[in-house]
């Protein structure tokens, strides 16, 4: 089983087990702000249920880990990928408020970002931040990710049209900044 470690998180993929954490996760306004208007549990059990089967490089569902503190195995967050092409993948996270500003978000995409691009097989990774989302483009810009552009008007939320960043990082470049 794919178990991503950092000195102070275990990153491992999501169990049916889960489900109570996911969904409270995906309930909270505050992580939820940019990323989706509230959804039903019956909609959020559906994106839970795609997470579930077994993940190997080239599947085509999200690669779904939950990400938990190393001491109290509390669970912190969710971070993973999403391959858009053989060698390129889109990557995401979520954080509990409890566990936000702490630096677990760098410390585990960190590790995603080796995992992608040592043993993946990834050569490009990229991540799309609604405009405004401060916290997750400096967490991306502190991994080294590029902001590549911004597509207007491109994604439906809270009512009104918003804008979204478009972020890359080649493998090559990774390195240098990882």
Known sequence: MLMLRTPRLVCSPI?????????????????MRYVADPRSSEEIREQFVARLPEWSPGSRHWLCLVVRDNATHMPLGVTGYI??????????????????????????????????????????????????????????????????????????LAGSWQNDWLFGLLRHEYGNNG
């Open 83 to 156: 391959h858009r092409e053989d060698d390129c993948a889109e990557v995401g996270f979520l954080f509990s408020p409890q566990a936000q500003g702490k630096g677990y978000g760098r410390e585990s995409l960190k590790a995603l970002c080796d995992y992608a691009f040592n043993e993946g097989g990834i050569r490009r990774l990229v991540a799309t931040v609604t405009s405004g989302n401060l916290a997750s483009r400096r967490l991306l810009e502190k991994t080294g990710f590029i902001l590549e552009g911004e597509l207007r008007e491109a994604w439906w």
């Open 15 to 31: 169990v049916e087990s889960d489900w109570a954490f996911f969904l409270s996760l995906q309930q909270q306004p505050d992580v």
